[in-house]
C-alpha cells in the first residue's frame, strides 16, 4: 500500500466507488466535491442534497453523538470504499539508486577512469626484441614474463577497491534512509486524535480514522481530516497552512461548518464528522498535485521544485500527520525551514573544502614532480628517442604517476567527515529515543550541546501535572485542607458543584485508577482535573450534572485562551433567563466581581478595599506556598432583553465570587537534581510561565532555579515590557541586555513575551560568547518561540499538535530531566566528531606528506593506490563508525558549552595532531630510507613498472596501519585525558572495529599479494610493525604531559580561526539563499567558478597574513571578498560563457592587487 502511486489509488478508489456506492448514500466524489464548498454556499449545499449535517450522518450510517459502531466488518468496509487516512509515501530510493549516486564522486571517477586505462595499457607490449632494449631505461628491469602478465592486476584491484568503497557508501546511506523513514512513521504513530466510537471517546492513531467518524477537536489540534462541523463552542480555525490568509477564521455549524485536514484549532473545541480523508482530503488533493508518489513528477520535479518550495513547506505539517513524508521534503525541511546550517556543519564544510583544497595542490604537483622528473631522466639525462612503439609504455608510467596522484586525493579528502556526522547523528537519535526524546531535526541533536540558556514551562515540565485541590477559601472563611461538605453552606456548595461540573471542557474527566490501589486517573485539561477532585473531595459526583445539561444545550461557551485568562460558560434556565460560570487566573476574575457569597451563601458587595485585602489574606500566602490560585465565580441575567453575547467586557463583568481555590501542582522529584547538573554544564535555565509571580517564584525556588541571596530578577509580563520597551512600544536591544542576564523567573507572560525574550537572547551580543537557546513549550501559542529557538522540545503528553508541529525534539515524558539527557547527547555529537576529526587529520597528514616526498624522492610512492584505498576506508568509514557512536558520560556535563564560535579544532587536538603525525613521519622515512638496513632485506626503492611487491614496502604499509590502529585508541580522549583507555568495554562497536581491521590487515599482508602490492612477513617483523604500533600510546602519555601553555603558536591558530569565523556567519545567509539557486543551475560549470572563487579567497588571505595585516584586515578581508565571490557566483550564473570565467580568472590578482598593500608578495 505504502508505495501505491496515486494514480492507482484513483484507480481502485474509482473501482471501488460504482461497487459500493449504493451501500453508503454518498460517493467519494461527492463528499469530495462537498468539500470544495465554503461558507454559506457549503450551508446551502448541505441542506439542499443530504437535509443538513443530520441527514449526511444518517447516509454515511453514523450517529453524531454516539458515532460509528466500531463493528469491525463497517470499518473494513468504510477502508476500502472511502480509503484509508494515508497520503502513500514516495517510494524509498532503492539500494542500486543509492549505488549509482555514491559513483557519481569525482575523485572515484577518476581513479575509475585511471584504472580502466592503466588495465588497458597492461595488456600491450611492445614489439622488438626485448622491452628493455628498445624503450630504454623505461622498459628495463621487468623480470620475466609473468611479471610482466601481472600488470592487469593494480588496475584491477584499484578498480575492485572503488566498488567496495561505493558499496560501503550506499550501504551507509540506505540505512539512514530506513531510519529516517522509522522516525518518520514513529513521529506519525505519536499522533493520535479523538474520536467517538460506540459512544465511547477513543484515542485513535491518525491514520485509522475514517469517513463517518465524529472526531472531538480541542485547542490546539492539527486537523488530520476534512469534516463537517456538527457543534462548535467559539471555534476558530488557522486556515493559513491552505489557503495562506493568516486571519482566523470563525466557524460555526449555521455560517460556515467546512473543516480542513492540515489547518490548526487556535481557539474553542467542538465535534466534527470526518467526511474525506487520506488522498481524498483537501490537502491530499494539493498533495497529489505535487505528485507525492508518481514517477513522471520526478523528471518534472527539478524544474517545478523551485515554484512549489513554498507550497511543500506551507503543507510540512501535514505530512508528518498524514502518512509518509518523502525523504526529499525532509532533508529540505532539515536545510530549509530550519535556521541556517546547524553550528556544527556549518563549521565541517568549512574545514573540509580547506583540507580538500590542500589536497587537490598537494596531488597536482606530486604528478607534476613525477611526469617532469621521469621525462628529464629519460630524455634528457640518458638521451634516449621517444620511439612511437614505447608510446603506450610510457603512458602506462604517465597512468602509474596520474594514479598515485589521485590516491594522494582520495587520502586527503575527508569524506568521512560528513559520514562520521551522520552516523554520530542517526546513533544519537536512535539512542536519544530511548531516553524519552524523539528528534524531528538531526541537527537540533547536535545544537542541544552547545545550549547555553534554557526557557522552560513551568507547569508538567518542572511539575508533574497532576493537579490536587488542597485549600480553599469560601463563605469568608480560608480552609488549609479541604473541609467537610457539612461546614460549607448547602447554597455556596450547589453553585460551586454546578459552577466547577459545567464550566469545564465535557472531555476532562477523573476516572478510575489503572492498577489496585492507584491515583485517579485524570484525562484532559489538568487544572480542571484538579477542580473536579475538588468536586469529589466535597462528596458530590459532577456526571450527573453533565448528563442533565449536555454540550449542545451549553448556550454560549467563551473558551480559555492566553488574553483572558478565563474560561466562561451560559446555561439558561428553566425560567428563561440565564445563568453565567465563570473561572480564571484569582487576580484576573475577582477584578471583575462586584459580590462576593458570604457565610450562608447569600451574595454581598465586594468593595475594593476587600479585594486588596483579600489578596494579601489569602492569595499571596497560597501562591507563596507555590499554589496556583483560582477564582470561581457566576452571574445571573435576565431572559428579556437577551443580553449582546459579543460584548465580551460587559457580560465579564459584575460577576460574584464563590470561591478561590488553591490547587498544588508538585516539583517533579528529579528536576531539582536536574537543574543543578545544568547549572554546573554551564546552563543558565529560565523559567517561563503564565502563572502568578508569587506561585512561580515559589516553585522556582524549589527547583534550585533560583537561591535566597542571589542576584536575579524575577518578573511579570507587564514589569518585563515596560523595561524593554521605549517609549514607542519598541522593543530595544540595549534594554534587552540589561534584563535577560539576571532574569531567572517570568511570570504572568504572554506567548509574545516567550517569543521576545527568546529572540532578544539569541540576538544579544554583550556576552563573549553568542547565545544558543532551547527552549520548551507545549501551547499552540508557544508555536513562535518554539521556531525561534536554535532548539524547539515540544511536549509529547500534554503539547498540542500545533507545538510539535514547530518544535525539533518531542519530549515523550513531558519530564525536564530529558532535557538534560539531550544535551549530554548534543556534547556527545560534537566530541565524537572531534575524536574523528582528531584521528582522521593526523591520518591525512601523514599519508599524504610520506606519498608526496616518496614520489619525489623515490619517483614511487611507498603506499600503493589499492593501499591508500583500504588506509582511507579503515580511516573514513570504520572510524567514523568507532568513534562517532562513543556512549555519552556524566563527565560531558562537567565543562561549559563550546558556544557558536569556538574553534571545531582545538589547541589540545592540534598538539595531539601535530605529535603523533611527527612520530608516524620520523618511523615511516627511516623504514623507507634506512629500513633495508635495519631488517637486512633487499631495498624497494625504485622498483621498475611490474615489479614484484617488496618485503620493505610491505613493512612500511603495515607499520603506518597499526600506528593508525594504535592512535585510534589515542583519539577516543580529545582534553588531554591520561587514560584512552576508560570506558573501552562500553563501546562494543568500537572494540569490534580495530580488532576486525586488525584481522582484515593480517589477511590482506599474508595473502594479499599482487593487487595489495604486499610481500607474507615473518612473526619477528610482524612483532616490529605491532612494536611501532604500540609506540603511539607511549608517545600519546608523552604528548599529554606537554602543557599547552608552552605551546603558545597553538593558541594563536586556534584565535585566527575564530577571529575568521565571525565574519563568515553575518554571510552565512546570503550563501544558503544562493546555494539553493545554484543547486538547480549548471552544477559543473558553477562549482567551476565557485572553485575559482575559493581559491581566491585563500590567496587574499596567505596574501594579508603575509604583509602582517592585522586579523581584523583579514576578517574584513574576507567578508570583502567572500560578498565579491558571491557577487561573482551570481553573474556567472546569470551568464555562463567565457566573459565571466575571464573575470573570475583576472580577478584574484585584481583583488589583491586592491586590497593587499603595496609590499605584500602577489602569488
Known amino acids: 500500500m505504502g508505495d501505491m502511486s496515486n494514480s492507482d489509488f484513483y484507480a481502485k478508489n474509482q473501482r471501488n466507488e460504482e461497487n459500493h456506492a449504493a451501500s453508503f448514500g454518498c460517493s467519494v466524489m461527492e463528499l469530495r466535491s462537498l468539500m470544495e464548498l465554503r461558507g454559506p454556499e457549503a450551508v446551502i449545499k448541505l441542506q439542499e442534497d443530504y437535509t443538513g449535517v443530520e441527514g449526511?450522518?444518517?447516509?454515511?450510517?453514523?450517529?453524531?453523538?454516539?458515532?460509528?459502531?466500531?463493528?469491525?466488518?463497517?470499518?473494513?468496509?468504510?477502508?476500502?470504499?472511502?480509503?484509508?487516512?494515508?497520503?502513500?509515501?514516495?517510494?524509498?530510493?532503492?539500494?542500486?539508486?543509492?549505488?549509482?549516486?555514491?559513483?557519481?564522486?569525482?575523485?572515484?571517477?577518476?581513479?575509475?577512469?585511471?584504472?580502466?586505462?592503466?588495465?588497458?595499457?597492461?595488456?600491450?607490449?611492445?614489439?622488438?626484441?626485448?622491452?628493455?632494449?628498445?624503450?630504454?631505461?623505461?622498459?628495463?628491469?621487468?623480470?620475466?614474463?609473468?611479471?610482466?602478465?601481472?600488470?592487469?592486476?593494480?588496475?584491477?584491484?584499484?578498480?575492485?577497491?572503488?566498488?567496495?568503497?561505493?558499496?560501503?557508501?550506499?550501504?551507509?546511506?540506505?540505512?539512514?534512509?530506513?531510519?529516517?523513514?522509522?522516525?518518520?512513521?514513529?513521529?506519525?504513530?505519536?499522533?493520535?486524535?479523538?474520536?467517538?466510537?460506540?459512544?465511547?471517546?477513543?484515542?485513535?492513531?491518525?491514520?485509522?480514522?475514517?469517513?463517518?467518524?465524529?472526531?472531538?477537536?480541542?485547542?490546539?489540534?492539527?486537523?488530520?481530516?476534512?469534516?463537517?462541523?456538527?457543534?462548535?463552542?467559539?471555534?476558530?480555525?488557522?486556515?493559513?497552512?491552505?489557503?495562506?490568509?493568516?486571519?482566523?477564521?470563525?466557524?460555526?455549524?449555521?455560517?460556515?461548518?467546512?473543516?480542513?485536514?492540515?489547518?490548526?484549532?487556535?481557539?474553542?473545541?467542538?465535534r466534527m464528522l470526518v467526511t474525506a480523508i487520506g488522498v481524498n482530503s483537501q490537502t491530499g488533493i494539493i498533495f497529489t498535485l505535487l505528485g507525492a508518489g508518481t514517477e513522471e513528477e520526478e523528471k518534472k520535479e527539478k524544474k517545478v521544485k523551485k515554484q512549489d518550495g513554498a507550497a511543500a513547506m506551507e503543507m510540512q505539517p501535514l505530512k508528518s500527520a498524514e502518512g509518509g513524508e518523502s525523504d526529499e521534503k525532509e532533508k529540505k525541511k532539515v536545510s530549509g525551514s530550519k535556521k541556517e546550517k546547524s553550528v556544527l556543519q556549518g563549521k565541517l564544510t568549512k574545514l573540509a573544502v580547506q583540507i580538500g583544497k590542500a589536497g587537490l595542490l598537494m596531488s597536482a604537483v606530486t604528478v607534476i614532480i613525477l611526469v617532469l622528473y621521469f621525462a628529464i631522466d629519460n630524455f634528457v639525462m640518458q638521451k634516449n628517442p621517444w620511439m612511437p612503439e614505447c608510446t603506450p609504455i610510457y603512458i602506462q608510467y604517465f597512468v602509474k604517476f596520474f594514479i598515485i596522484g589521485v590516491t594522494v586525493l582520495v587520502v586527503a579528502v575527508p569524506e568521512g567527515l560528513p559520514l562520521a556526522v551522520t552516523i554520530s547523528l542517526a546513533y544519537s537519535v536512535k539512542k536519544m529515543m530511548k531516553d524519552n526524546n524523539l528528534v524531528r531535526h538531526l541537527d537540533a541533536c547536535e545544537t542541544m550541546g552547545n545550549a547555553t540558556a534554557i526557557c522552560s514551562d513551568k507547569t508538567g515540565t518542572l511539575t508533574t501535572n497532576r493537579m490536587t485541590a488542597v485549600q480553599f477559601y469560601i463563605g469568608d472563611v480560608h480552609y488549609k485542607e479541604i473541609p467537610d461538605p457539612g461546614a460549607l453552606s448547602h447554597k455556596s456548595l450547589d453553585l460551586l458543584v454546578n459552577s466547577i461540573s459545567i464550566n469545564s471542557a465535557y472531555t476532562t474527566k477523573i476516572l478510575p485508577p489503572d492498577k489496585e490501589g492507584g491515583l485517579p486517573k485524570q484525562v484532559g485539561n489538568k487544572t480542571e482535573c484538579g477542580l473536579l477532585g475538588l468536586v469529589i473531595d466535597l462528596k458530590r459526583d459532577y456526571q450527573p450534572i453533565r448528563n442533565q445539561i449536555p454540550e449542545d444545550r451549553l448556550y454560549k461557551v467563551y473558551t480559555f485562551n492566553s488574553v483572558r485568562k478565563s474560561m466562561s460558560t451560559v446555561t439558561q434556565l428553566p425560567d428563561g433567563s440565564f445563568r453565567m460560570y465563570s473561572k480564571g487566573a484569582s487576580e484576573i476574575v475577582l477584578k471583575k466581581c462586584s459580590h462576593i457569597l458570604n457565610e450562608?451563601?447569600?451574595?454581598?458587595?465586594?468593595?475594593?478595599?476587600?479585594?486588596?485585602?483579600?489578596?494579601?489574606?489569602?492569595?499571596?500566602?497560597?501562591?507563596?506556598?507555590?499554589?496556583?490560585?483560582?477564582?470561581?465565580?457566576?452571574?445571573?441575567?435576565?431572559?428579556?432583553?437577551?443580553?449582546?453575547?459579543?460584548?465580551?467586557?460587559?457580560?465579564?463583568?459584575?460577576?460574584?465570587?464563590?470561591?478561590?481555590?488553591?490547587?498544588?501542582?508538585?516539583?517533579?522529584?528529579?528536576?531539582?537534581?536536574?537543574?543543578?547538573k545544568c547549572q554546573r554544564a554551564g546552563i543558565t535555565v529560565r523559567m517561563v510561565t503564565g502563572d502568578n509571580i508569587n506561585t512561580a517564584r515559589a516553585i522556582a525556588i524549589k527547583c534550585g532555579i533560583i537561591h535566597p541571596g542571589e542576584d536575579f530578577l524575577c518578573i511579570d509580563g507587564k514589569e518585563f515590557n515596560r523595561r524593554i520597551r521605549n517609549e514607542k512600544g519598541e522593543v530595544e536591544q540595549e534594554r534587552m541586555d540589561k534584563v535577560w542576564p539576571k532574569l531567572r523567573v517570568l511570570a504572568r507572560s504572554s506567548p509574545t513575551d516567550k517569543h521576545t525574550l527568546v529572540k532578544g537572547i539569541i540576538d544579544s551580543t554583550a556576552t563573549d560568547q553568542r547565545q544558543v537557546v532551547a527552549v520548551t513549550g507545549d501551547g499552540t501559542n508557544d508555536g513562535p518561540a518554539l521556531k525561534k529557538a536554535d532548539v524547539g522540545f515540544a511536549m509529547g503528553i500534554a503539547g498540542t499538535d500545533v507545538a510539535k508541529e514547530a518544535s525539533d525534539i518531542i519530549l515523550t515524558d513531558d519530564n525536564f530531566s530529558s532535557i538534560v539527557k539531550a544535551v549530554m547527547w548534543g556534547r556527545n555529537v560534537y566530541d565524537s566528531i572531534s575524536k574523528f576529526l582528531q584521528f582522521q587529520l593526523t591520518v591525512n597528514v601523514v599519508a599524504v606528506i610520506v606519498a608526496f616526498t616518496g614520489a619525489c624522492i623515490t619517483q614511487d610512492s611507498p603506499l600503493k593506490a589499492v593501499q591508500m584505498l583500504w588506509v582511507n576506508l579503515i580511516m573514513d568509514t570504520f572510524a567514523s563508525l568507532a568513534l562517532a557512536t562513543e556512549p555519552p558520560t556524566e563527565s560531558l556535563l562537567r565543562r561549559?558549552?563550546?558556544?557558536?564560535?569556538?574553534?571545531?579544532?582545538?589547541?589540545?587536538?592540534?598538539?595531539?595532531?601535530?605529535?603523533?603525525?611527527?612520530?608516524?613521519?620520523?618511523?615511516?622515512?627511516?623504514?623507507?630510507?634506512?629500513?633495508?638496513?635495519?631488517?637486512?632485506?633487499?631495498?624497494?626503492?625504485?622498483?621498475?613498472?611490474?615489479?614484484?611487491?617488496?618485503?620493505?614496502?610491505?613493512i612500511i604499509f603495515n607499520t603506518f596501519v597499526m600506528m593508525q590502529l594504535f592512535n585510534e585508541i589515542n583519539a577516543r580522549k580529545i582534553h588531554g585525558e591520561r587514560n584512552v583507555f576508560d570506558g573501552i568495554f562500553r563501546n562494543p562497536i568500537f572494540c569490534t572495529i580495530v580488532f576486525g581491521t586488525f584481522a582484515m590487515q593480517i589477511v590482506i599482508v599474508q595473502f594479499g599479494g599482487k593487487p595489495f602490492s604486499c610481500q607474507p612477513l615473518e612473526l619477528e617483523k610482524w612483532m616490529w610493525c605491532v612494536f611501532l604500533g604500540l609506540g603511539e600510546l607511549v608517545w600519546g602519555q608523552v604528548i599529554a604531559s606537554v602543557p599547552n601553555s608552552k605551546l603558545r603558536f597553538l593558541r594563536r591558530a586556534g584565535q585566527l580561526t575564530r577571529k575568521d569565523d565571525l565574519p563568515e556567519e553575518d554571510n552565512n545567509e546570503d550563501n544558503e539563499e544562493i546555494d539553493h539557486a545554484e543547486r538547480e543551475l549548471r552544477r559543473g560549470q558553477i562549482l567551476w567558478f565557485r572553485g575559482l572563487n575559493r581559491i581566491q579567497t585563500q590567496i587574499d588571505v596567505v596574501n594579508t597574513f603575509k604583509s602582517g595585516t592585522s586579523f581584523q584586515g583579514a576578517g574584513a578581508l574576507r567578508r570583502q571578498s567572500s560578498t565579491t565571490s558571491q557577487t561573482q557566483d551570481v553573474t556567472n550564473v546569470s551568464s555562463p560563457s567565457h566573459v565571466s570565467l575571464s573575470n573570475a580568472l583576472s580577478s584574484p590578482t585584481s583583488t589583491t592587487a586592491a586590497t593587499a598593500p603595496p609590499t605584500s608578495g602577489q602569488c
Open 600 to 676: 450562608v451563601g447569600e451574595p454581598r458587595v465586594f468593595r475594593p478595599r476587600d479585594k486588596d485585602e483579600m489578596v494579601k489574606k489569602v492569595i499571596e500566602p497560597m501562591a507563596c506556598e507555590g499554589l496556583r490560585t483560582i477564582c470561581v465565580a457566576y452571574r445571573d441575567f435576565s431572559g428579556d432583553p437577551e443580553p449582546a453575547w459579543d460584548d465580551e467586557s460587559s457580560i465579564l463583568n459584575d460577576l460574584t465570587a464563590i470561591c478561590v481555590v488553591g490547587i498544588e501542582d508538585p516539583v517533579r522529584p528529579e528536576v531539582p537534581d536536574a537543574i543543578k
Open 56 to 270: 449526511l450522518c444518517k447516509r454515511l450510517k453514523t450517529s453524531p453523538t454516539e458515532g460509528l459502531s466500531g463493528d469491525q466488518n463497517d470499518l473494513d468496509k468504510r477502508k476500502e470504499i472511502f480509503g484509508k487516512n494515508l497520503i502513500p509515501p514516495k517510494k524509498p530510493k532503492t539500494f542500486l539508486q543509492l549505488v549509482w549516486e555514491a559513483l557519481q564522486d569525482v575523485t572515484l571517477i577518476i581513479l575509475e577512469i585511471a584504472a580502466l586505462i592503466s588495465l588497458g595499457l597492461s595488456f600491450y607490449h611492445p614489439p622488438g626484441e626485448s622491452n628493455g632494449e628498445s624503450c630504454g631505461a623505461a622498459g628495463g628491469g621487468v623480470e620475466d614474463e609473468g611479471e610482466a602478465d601481472a600488470g592487469w592486476i593494480e588496475g584491477a584491484a584499484i578498480l575492485l577497491s572503488v566498488v567496495c568503497v561505493v558499496l560501503v557508501t550506499a550501504f551507509n546511506d540506505w540505512s539512514k534512509e530506513k531510519q529516517f523513514r522509522g522516525l518518520q512513521s514513529r513521529i506519525e504513530q505519536e499522533q493520535k486524535f479523538q474520536v467517538v466510537r460506540g459512544s465511547q471517546v477513543v484515542q485513535l492513531p491518525v491514520s485509522d480514522i475514517l469517513v463517518g467518524d465524529i472526531a472531538q477537536i480541542k485547542y490546539g489540534d492539527l486537523l488530520p481530516a476534512d469534516g463537517v462541523l456538527i457543534q462548535g463552542n467559539d471555534l476558530k480555525i488557522d486556515e493559513s497552512s491552505l489557503t495562506g490568509e493568516s486571519d482566523h477564521v470563525k466557524k460555526c455549524v449555521d455560517k460556515d461548518p467546512m473543516l480542513l485536514s492540515g489547518t490548526h484549532v487556535m481557539e474553542g473545541s467542538g
Open 896 to 954: 561549559k558549552p563550546y558556544g557558536r564560535n569556538k574553534p571545531l579544532i582545538s589547541s589540545t587536538m592540534t598538539k595531539n595532531i601535530l605529535g603523533h603525525g611527527v612520530y608516524q613521519l620520523i618511523i615511516i622515512f627511516t623504514l623507507l630510507f634506512a629500513g633495508e638496513k635495519i631488517f637486512d632485506i633487499d631495498s624497494g626503492r625504485n622498483a621498475p613498472l611490474h615489479a614484484p611487491p617488496s618485503e620493505h614496502y610491505t
